[in-house]
């Protein structure tokens, strides 16, 4: 292992410390965690179901709003020039 990727020092004892509180909770306490991330993704999965049925039904405005969100992604994650620091690409 790198150890440039090894955070043990840094944060291994809180990472056993939590560990060891999830493992010693009650099991109502794990069903209810359990039952709210599953409701979570059950919800993430129904919002980006009807972002997908908006933008193919023909929804002009769903579609121009996830277009500019998609636009702001990848100008913000686009490689930049390393002659041109700290200055966003051209479009």
């Given at each position: 292992m790198i150890l440039a990727f090894d955070g043990s020092p840094i944060?291994?004892?809180?990472?056993?410390?939590?560990?060891d509180l999830a493992q010693d909770s009650p099991s109502w306490l794990d069903s209810l965690v359990s039952a709210w991330a599953t409701y979570g993704l059950g919800l993430f999965a129904v919002l980006?179901?009807?972002?997908d049925s908006a933008t193919t039904r023909g929804d002009d405005a769903v579609r121009d709003q996830l277009d500019a969100v998609r636009d702001q992604v990848r100008e913000r994650h686009?490689?930049?020039d390393p002659g041109r620091r700290g200055r966003s690409r051209p479009a």
């Open positions: 944060d291994g004892s809180a990472y056993i410390y939590v560990v980006i179901a009807s972002a686009a490689p930049q």
